[in-house]
């Protein structure tokens, strides 16, 4: 069983900073292309950002460009997004997620993922 636990959420003010971590723990975490999502009220669940097995590969939303980036430490089995620059439409429940089936360097912007987090709350004031 594979289990993703994100932290870090919270309420910042607009031009803030937050740091999401996700810790991904049951199978060989860099097997794994890993991805942050978010989802406000109301909305569907949206791609934010990914990185590939071994970090070599990363992509991003136009919205975030910029201003966050993701980063993976295999050894520790986690993946972190800095969010800089916060603005109140990032207001959502971010969720962190793996996914097993894409090629080694590839990564998956839909939410054809594997295993979900259960979300962390980031709320930017205006």
């Known amino acids: 069983q594979v289990q993703l636990v994100e932290s870090g959420g919270g309420l910042v003010q607009a031009g803030g900073s937050l740091r999401l971590s996700c810790v991904v723990s049951g199978r060989t975490f860099s097997n794994y292309a890993m991805g942050w999502f978010r989802q406000a009220p109301g909305k569907e669940r949206e791609f934010v950002a990914g990185i590939s097995r071994a970090g070599g590969r990363v992509r991003y939303t136009d919205a975030v460009k910029g201003r966050f980036t993701i980063a993976r430490d295999n050894a520790k089995n986690t993946v972190a997004l800095q969010m800089n620059s916060l603005k109140p439409e990032d207001t959502a429940v971010y969720y962190c997620?793996?996914?097993?089936?894409?090629?080694?360097?590839?990564?998956?912007?839909?939410?054809?993922?594997?295993?979900w987090g259960q979300g962390t709350q980031v709320t930017v004031s205006s």
């Open positions: 997620a793996a996914d097993l089936r894409v090629n080694p360097t590839g990564v998956t912007t839909t939410t054809e993922y594997d295993y």
